[in-house]
């Protein structure tokens, strides 16, 4: 008896599924994640990404893979290292494929913008590289980590040895380009033993100090710095602290020593505390308005806040953790739009989506309320939901390994129409590029 009822239970079951569409290995759904609602909705916030932007229509144009309306280069990169610790924490193998056709070699990457990219672009493909390595295990993504670091090191690091050296941006040395290559230092000396990765760290390190990058009475950083060898006291971007927190959390593993752990807890807990309002972490863009980089820049921060949580005693972890579902809390409920259930604003820039618009999408400000999203702050949702997922969440179901296949770049010619409205296509040869809109195509060159 109890096993015919449990029989009619099933079958009413399975027809109710039936009846509202079935789950298809692409959905996210309760079962997957047990318990865990950051992992399922870390899981819907990827989907919606790969639906609406990636891959991008103007793919062919690029040497690197593009999600459509990534401000550049560097988000590109910069994504790949949220995808690979989403498989990490949530323990599934999805868009695995989509993972693994990131890698390039430098050549390639080193066309993406002429005539070079700069070397904080160069880096997120290099972390993101990196962690890769640590997930997946393909020594690829090892080699290409350590070409980008030398390749850094030559041509980025001033090696005239004026205010102890650091890596240039253009004619500046911005915080972030160094506490990037201090995390990669550090990072390819664990993975390799090789003496000249930890010199290296040692140095941008000295180089961080002797400039005081880091604030000394309360743990801000410095956005640049100046001639004079000290912080410009540009304190607003959370960025660069995240990435800083992250190369400490390596310095603390590789030398064992507490000290780098407790001054990453300090810089960390200075920009939880000059950057939230309310409790909920905001870019400090005003007056101007955030610019398009600025859009990821408290997604960064909290990725590298959850390497800095999983060395860290139980409270100390805790109150990290409870700081996040704040955030996650404040997203969910204001900052949110499905379009599935409403007209929500959403930018394509690079043409439309392959796909219809799917949801949840998010919007710049996580107190909301939601305007228009893209796939920045996407991406940046993306990351603060992975930042808390809990330790231990295991993935079950045919969901875990849901991969799709990467189509490969399509050359595209002007015929495609794929540059955003008001940007003037030009062709030259069978290439082509998108003009300013404030500029004409005269015979293959924007003028
Ligand atoms: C979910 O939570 C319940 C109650 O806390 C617990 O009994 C159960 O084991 C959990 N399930 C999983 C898969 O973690
Ligand atoms: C998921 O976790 C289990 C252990 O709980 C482990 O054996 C398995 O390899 C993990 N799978 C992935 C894809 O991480
Ligand atoms: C580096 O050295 C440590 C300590 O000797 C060792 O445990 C580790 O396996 C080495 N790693 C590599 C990649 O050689
Ligand atoms: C820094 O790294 C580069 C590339 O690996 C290496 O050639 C150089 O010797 C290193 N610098 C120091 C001071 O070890
Ligand atoms: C930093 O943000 C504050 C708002 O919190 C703003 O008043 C200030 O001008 C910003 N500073 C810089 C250097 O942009
Ligand atoms: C790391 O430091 C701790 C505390 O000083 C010490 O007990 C431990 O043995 C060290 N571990 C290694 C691998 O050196
Ligand atoms: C969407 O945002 C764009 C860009 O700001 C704006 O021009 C447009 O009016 C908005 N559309 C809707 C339906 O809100
Ligand atoms: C988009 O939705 C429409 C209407 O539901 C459907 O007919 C179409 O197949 C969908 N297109 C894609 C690419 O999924
Ligand atoms: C959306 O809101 C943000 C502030 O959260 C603002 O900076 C931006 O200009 C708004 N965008 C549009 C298109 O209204």
Known sequence: MAAAGGLWICLALVLASLASSAPTPEDCTTEMFGNSSTALWACRTQLALQRNWFPSPIAGLFSYQVWNGFDGFWQNGAVLETFANFMYYGNHTRYQTCLKSSLRQMYDLELAYAPAPSYDDMAWFALSYLRIYEVLGDDDFLTLAKQIHDWNYQYGWDHTGACGGGYWFYDQKTTITNVQM???????????????????????????????????DTFQVSNIATKDCTGNRDFNKTFNSGVLVGGLVEMYHILNDTSYLTLAHRVAQATIFYSSRGGVLV????????????????????????????????????AYSDWLDGNIKSVIANAICW??????????????SLNNKTGPVFTLDWRGPFNISNPMVQAEVFDLLVANIEPGTTCRGA???????????????????PCPAGEPCCEYQQYYTCCETTQKCIRGVCT
């Open 399 to 417: 969901g875990c390994t849901y991969d799709p296949p990467v189509p490969p770049p399509r050359h595209l010619t002007c015929a495609d129409k």
């Open 283 to 318: 870019e400090r863009c005003w007056p101007e308005g955030c610019d398009e980089d600025e859009y990821v820049y408290k997604g960064l921060f909290v990725r590298y806040l959850r390497y800095l949580m999983d060395v860290s005693d139980d409270d100390t972890r805790r």
């Open 182 to 216: 201090l995390q990669l230092s550090a990072k390819l000396y664990r993975h390799t033993n090789d003496t000249s990765f930890l010199r290296n760290m040692t140095m941008t390190w000295k180089y961080i100090q002797k400039n005081r990058l880091i604030d000394p």
């Open 339 to 352: 379009p599935e259930k409403s007209a929500c604003n959403i930018t394509y820039r690079d043409g439309p």
